[in-house]
């Protein structure tokens, strides 16, 4: 019903920046909140930025003042600019939104299948 497909992914030096995108489609009736998530190999998924209505937006404390999240309501898209990337940062990005669908009654969360963020010399 609501697919997230995320790209932008890739290889870049320390240092480095990379911007990710995200696209919603399907049967969007509003996107009430987005968000970033971060996998790396033998650890946990963690939250990386997200962004709810009102412009409110939250950062792990790893990337503030690095990373940047955006939105363009009228694309349905979610960007997450990453400056100054560190060996820290590679990972399997995520996107996650909470999306009501056209003529549901409730809201649901949905997720991209993850791109690969390597930072590397």
């Known amino acids: 019903q609501v697919q997230l497909v995320e790209s932008g992914g890739g290889l870049v030096q320390p240092g480095g920046s990379l911007r990710l995108s995200c696209a919603a489609s399907g049967s969007i009736f509003h996107i009430e909140s987005v968000g970033w998530y971060r996998q790396a190999p033998g650890k946990q998924r963690e939250l990386v930025a997200s962004s709810a209505g009102g412009g409110f937006t939250n950062y792990a404390d790893s990337v503030k003042g690095r990373f940047t999240i955006s939105r363009d309501n009228a694309k349905n898209t979610v960007y997450l600019q990453m400056n100054n990337l560190e060996p820290e940062d590679t990972a399997v990005y995520y996107c996650?939104?909470?999306?009501?669908?056209?003529?549901?009654?409730?809201?649901?969360?949905?997720w991209g299948q993850g791109t690969q963020v390597t930072v590397s010399s």
């Open positions: 996650n939104a909470r999306v009501l669908a056209i003529a549901s009654v409730r809201s649901y969360e949905y």
